[in-house]
Antibody, heavy 117, light 106 residues
Framework: QVQLVEYGGGVVQPGKSLRLSCEAS????????FHWVRQAPGKGLEWVAN????????HYVDSVKGRFTISRDNSKQTVDLQMDSLRVEDTAVYYCARGMEDAFDIWGQGTTVIVSS | DIQMTQSPSTLSASVGDRVNITCRAS??????LAWYQQKPGRAPKFLIHKASILESGVPSRFSGSGSGTEFTLTISSLQPDDFATYYC?????????FGQGTKLDI
């Protein structure tokens, strides 16, 4: 079935790095763009980054520019989010979502990132 | 950046009620707006795109309307499964953003 599964969350100290991965199955991965969306504890949704279907174009929310990098591997059907220089305020559940004309039609179950000393 | 504002933040209603949730954009987003439903501990669920197009499988009691800067999500007759938090999201240029959410409770 069509699904996205995120991996890689955990507890990390401020200033350290973490790499999230999103594995897709059940559809033609290379035809779609993908997004990362996060939700801090008890808060609303925040769009973080996206990557186009061919990997040529990427966008980021200002708060993560220069620290986070989104990438994809069409052969492995994965989308990654490399998170460097993590801050306490990056603590959140991170969701991977498929872009359908850039609304988010399929979501993963989320992976939790906790940045704490 | 485009700001999205939902109202109300919290809405108390009963089964069978008709409810409206409003989403306002800080500038014209044409019809590039989506709605999502989220239940506690769960990922958001995609409901509507392009302001009014219902995703396949979403019950017809859900509908969306509006264009430009003002949009509405309507649930025509609330069912027990509908009590959740609802978010609007624009996708008219980066950065995309969500409204702050509307919690619909009993």
């Amino acid at each position: 079935q069509v699904q996205l599964v995120e991996y890689g969350g955990g507890v990390v100290q401020p200033g350290k790095s973490l790499r999230l991965s999103c594995e897709a199955s059940g559809f033609s991965f290379s035809l779609y763009g993908f997004h990362w969306v996060r939700q801090a504890p008890g808060k609303g949704l925040e769009w973080v980054a996206n990557i186009w279907f061919d990997g040529t174009t990427k966008h980021y929310v200002d708060s993560v520019k220069g620290r986070f990098t989104i990438s994809r591997d069409n052969s492995k059907q994965t989308v990654d989010l490399q998170m460097d220089s993590l801050r306490v305020e990056d603590t959140a559940v991170y969701y991977c979502a498929r872009g359908m004309e850039d609304a988010f039609d399929i979501w993963g179950q989320g992976t939790t990132v906790i940045v704490s000393s | 950046d485009i700001q999205m504002t939902q109202s109300p933040s919290t809405l108390s209603a009963s089964v069978g009620d008709r409810v409206n949730i409003t989403c306002r954009a800080s500038e014209n987003i044409i019809r590039w707006l989506a709605w999502y439903q989220q239940k506690p501990g769960r990922a958001p669920k995609f409901l509507i795109h392009k302001a009014s197009i219902l995703e396949s499988g979403v019950p017809s009691r859900f509908s969306g309307s509006g264009s430009g800067t003002e949009f509405t999500l309507t649930i025509s007759s609330l069912q027990p499964d509908d009590f959740a938090t609802y978010y609007c999201q624009h996708y008219n240029g980066y950065p995309y953003s969500f409204g702050q959410g509307t919690k619909l409770d009993i």
